[in-house]
């Protein structure tokens, strides 16, 4: 292996570019934001579907997958990392851990875009700069139109109304604290790629919607 | 939409194995451990561009697009985020923001891995408790046989004697700490899926023993 040190420890990684080409379409970051109950998740899973009928490679990035792992809360890491690490590194509702939550979903998403797929994130991440600061870093080490802000538009007495989870009527109750609409603020969007009006039409509707946006950008 | 709540509500996840039909290949976790120079990269990127070829979908995680973003130095985090998030959160080489490294990157693996594709990993992780830890995560969350540990069993002395980036050097002079061989410890694995011999095999012969490896296991 010494002898030819240049050809045997050379690197050349394999590109964005060569892992698109096994495929018929083109890594992005579709980002949904928007209260809790305004449809992200319901959305962003129809539109999965339909790109998964079109043989287009997805993944859904949300509370389900995220939360048991990479953003696990104090009390999910205490017992295998002890109360000092827990307590550093699990994430729960503070300022400081929504904006870390973001950050480490955005630097994830980032990495799946590179990989060549089309991601999807269902998130409230309620904080503009939180966004924002996901969007740069793509355009920065991605390509300009990586990154699609989808604002699930859905007025938060409709989200209580629906109140999917109960969440709302927890909040209201004083039993979550930190809640965004109720005692936390939602910072919409100010130029988001897509607006979708989460309370006139169905899930379906709006996630055709998304898929026409994404066609018309040339992603898939 | 409130009209008929269970059908516009109703969830249900693209799974796994709807992502792998797409595919030829299956989802798994190739992880390459070993002291620093014991050619981990250079041959899971020679793994990597042979599976290009077998049109295998794939993905590199290593320190380079990691520690620039997801796992970034504290450092790098302060002038965006400000000194207290960049302390708690930013990465150094102490053994808990070592185990913190591990813990992330094995929880994005994982979501490699559920999304269908071959995921490699590229790195020293020299605490067997930190990647038994991620063993047992997959094992729980996906299949038998998801995790490959893959064990580049060079001696310090030949990595000491390649030293890439010359950082076997500056540990030796004192200006690197807790430099993993040099003042910090590497704990080998003690059940490998797979032993390199970094020694004595090119890199291309050793990045062959893992694809005959993966296709034995019926990954490819």
Known sequence: MEEKPQVTWHQHNVSREEREALKTHQGCVVWFTGLSGSGKSTIA????????????????????NVRHGL?????????????DFARRFGLGFSAEDREENIR????????????????????VSPYRRDRDE???????????GDFVEVYVDTPLAVCENRDPKGLYKRARAGEIQHFTGIDDPYEPPLAPELTLDGAELTPLELSEQVLRFLENLGKI
Not at 45 to 64: A, I
Not at 71 to 83: D, I, K, R, S, T
Not at 104 to 123: H, K, N, P, Y
């Open 134 to 144: 996901v969007r740069l870093r793509l355009d920065k080490a991605g390509r300009q």
């Open 104 to 123: 480490r979903i955005g630097s994830v998403a980032e990495l799946f875009c590179q990989a060549g797929l089309v991601t999807l994130t269902a998130f």
């Open 45 to 64: 899973n129809l539109v999965e579907r339909q790109l998964l009928k079109r043989s287009v490679h997805t993944f859904l990035l949300d509370g389900d």
């Open 71 to 83: 953003n696990a809360a104090p009390g999910m890491l205490e017992e295998h990392y002890g109360h």
